[in-house]
């Protein structure tokens, strides 16, 4: 899914608000267990193209029970804002599919 001129613009618009993302990237130990079960559905979005974060962090959260891990391409650290339409559909689909 390659982004759309509405989504350039929103990228523009955040990082005008914002400011341009540092190249920071934060890093977390490893866990070495799995955490505990929440008991419910989790789904956990990141933008491919974050860069306060680094996205191939991403798979740690398959440990997580009953987690769906998705990711947008050519978005950044801020889904809801950058991809509104992608990210309501995924919530979308996850509320309905209850995973």
Known sequence: MRATADQCERTRQVRALFGEPQRRVHRRETRTRAPDPLGVPVLV???????????????????????????LPDVGHFPMLEAPEATGELLLRFAANGR
Do not use: K, L, M
């Open 45 to 71: 979005i990141f933008g491919a193209a974050d860069r306060r974060w680094d996205p191939s962090s991403a798979h740690q959260y398959t440990t997580v029970p009953n987690a769906r891990v998705e990711q």
